[in-house]
C-alpha cells in the first residue's frame, strides 16, 4: 500500500460547481497535512496547511480524519483558475525531515 | 513566504557530461533540503534528503554517485547529475525546511533538464 494515495481524476468540473479531493495516508503517527497545488510542470506551491480541527480559506476548506486516516480538500464556486494538480502532502514527522507526496489528483474546470 | 532559488531553470546537456543544479534559500537557514524529481504526467519522487553538514539520504533506487548533493551551508544545496543520459531528462525540484522552526517545505522554480 502506497504511504498517500489519491484518486487520479482528472476531474472536469463546470465554472461554479463544488468539488472535493481526499487523501488516505497510511503512516498512523503522521503529524502534518498540506495541500499543495501544482501547475503544469512548475514547482508545488502550498495551498493550505490541514489542521485537526479543520480550516477554511476562501472557497477552500481542508479537514483532516485522524481516526479514518484521510484528509479532504473543497473548493466552493470553481474557477477556471483552479484547474491544477492538487498534491496531498504528509509530513512523518515533527522534525520536518519526510515528506511524502501523493499522486496529485488533476482538476479542470470548464467553461 | 519564504524564498527558495532554484538555477538554472532549463539546462539542456549532451550525453555523458555532468550538470549541477543550485537551490539557495534567501531568507531562512534550511536545516534540511529534499531533492525532487518528477517524470511527465507523475507526482514528485524523493530521490534524496540532505541536512546541512551531512551526507544526503537517498531514497531506494536512486544512485548515490550518479546524483550527488552538497549541502555544505545552510542556505545552499546543490544536485550534481554525473554521466547524464536521456532517462535521466526530468524535472528536478528542490525544497527546503528549517526544521528547528516548522514543517513546512519550501520549494524551488524546478529545473527542466534535457539530455540529449
Known amino acids: 500500500r502506497k504511504e498517500v494515495e489519491q484518486d487520479p481524476g482528472p476531474f472536469n468540473v463546470p465554472e461554479g460547481a463544488t468539488v472535493a479531493f481526499n487523501c488516505t495516508y497510511s503512516n498512523s503517527a503522521s503529524q502534518s497535512f498540506f495541500w499543495y497545488r501544482q501547475d503544469c510542470r512548475k514547482e508545488p506551491k502550498l495551498l493550505m496547511s490541514?489542521?485537526?480541527s479543520g480550516n477554511e480559506d476562501g472557497r477552500f476548506t481542508a479537514q483532516l480524519n485522524r481516526a479514518s486516516q484521510y484528509i479532504s480538500l473543497l473548493i466552493r464556486d470553481s474557477k477556471l483558475s483552479d484547474s491544477a494538480t492538487y498534491l496531498c502532502v504528509v509530513n512523518g514527522d515533527n522534525y520536518g525531515q519526510n515528506f511524502v507526496f501523493g499522486p496529485g489528483t488533476r482538476l479542470s474546470v470548464l467553461p | 513566504g519564504a524564498v527558495v532559488s532554484q538555477h538554472p531553470s532549463r539546462v539542456i546537456c549532451k550525453s555523458g557530461t555532468s550538470v549541477k543544479i543550485e537551490c539557495r534559500s534567501l531568507?531562512?537557514?534550511?536545516?534540511?533540503m529534499f531533492w525532487y524529481r518528477q517524470f511527465p504526467k507523475q507526482s514528485l519522487m524523493l530521490m534524496a534528503t540532505s541536512n546541512e553538514g551531512s551526507k544526503a539520504t537517498y531514497e531506494q533506487g536512486v544512485e548515490k554517485d550518479k546524483f550527488l548533493i552538497n549541502h555544505a551551508s545552510l542556505t545552499l544545496s546543490t544536485l550534481t547529475v554525473t554521466s547524464a543520459h536521456p532517462e535521466d531528462s526530468s524535472f528536478y525540484i528542490c525544497?527546503?525546511?528549517?526544521?528547528?522552526?516548522?514543517?513546512?517545505?519550501?520549494f524551488g522554480q524546478g529545473t527542466r533538464l534535457t539530455v540529449v
Open positions: 490541514v489542521y485537526s
Open positions: 531568507d531562512f537557514q534550511a536545516t534540511t
Open positions: 525544497s527546503a525546511s528549517d526544521t528547528r522552526r516548522d514543517t513546512e517545505a519550501f
